[in-house]
Each structure stands twice: as C-alpha cells, then as structure tokens.
C-alpha cells in the first residue's frame, strides 16, 4: 500500500522558514520524479515544485522562486521542501504525490500538511 506522509507543517510569521517532510513507502520511490503541491480552499491543487530521480529540480510555481527549495533523500525514501521568507499568501495544504505528468504513475493523495503564515 502506498503511503504518502506529509508533516512540518504549521503556523509561522512571515518572512520565516518551514522545512516540509513527505515520508513515503510502498512504490519505488527511486525510480519516479516526486513533486509538492498546493491547495486553497475553493482552488484547485497547484504545483509547486518538482525533483527528478536524483537532483534536477524545478520550482514552477512563479511565487515560490527563490524562495522554496525541492529536495530528496532517495535512501530514506523522503521529500522535502524548504521554505523561506514566508508571506501569507502562502497559506495553504501542502500535498506530496509522483509528479502527475508525462505518464508516471499516480497515487492517491495523502492528509497533507497546513502552513499558515500570519502574524
């Protein structure tokens, strides 16, 4: 069973930093480029950043550059995204998933993880 586990998650004021974590199991995490995205309510779920199998990174999201970076630990099988500067605009549930592009497998979302920036 594929197990999708977001955390580090919270409330922060802005300008400061979260670092995301997405514990997987259940797939060859290895073998697939793993991506975050965003939810608002109302809104559908948005891309923030993806990683290739190794270090090849992209963040898409145009508010998140400079600001958020995409990691992987391929031997611990984890995701992480840094975040730093926060602004409130920020402000959403943070899912981890395969990148749902180009025909890659996809599974089901997991919980996510809340980030509230506000002061």
């Known amino acids: 069973q594929v197990l999708l586990v977001e955390s580090g998650g919270g409330l922060v004021k802005p300008g400061g930093s979260l670092r995301l974590s997405c514990a997987t199991s259940?797939?060859?995490?290895?073998?697939?480029?793993m991506a975050w995205y965003c939810q608002v309510p109302g809104k559908e779920r948005e891309l923030v950043a993806y990683?290739?199998?190794?270090?090849?990174?992209?963040v898409e999201k145009e508010s998140a550059k400079g600001r958020f970076t995409i990691s992987r630990d391929n031997a611990k099988s984890t995701l992480y995204l840094q975040m730093n500067n926060l602004r409130p605009e920020d402000t959403a549930v943070y899912f981890c998933?395969?990148?749902?592009?180009?025909?890659?497998?996809?599974?089901?979302w997991g919980q996510g993880t809340q980030v509230t920036v506000s002061s």
């Open positions: 998933n395969v990148l749902r592009r180009f025909g890659y497998a996809t599974y089901n």
């Open positions: 259940g797939f060859p995490f290895n073998d697939y480029p």
């Open positions: 990683i290739g199998r190794e270090d090849f990174s992209i």
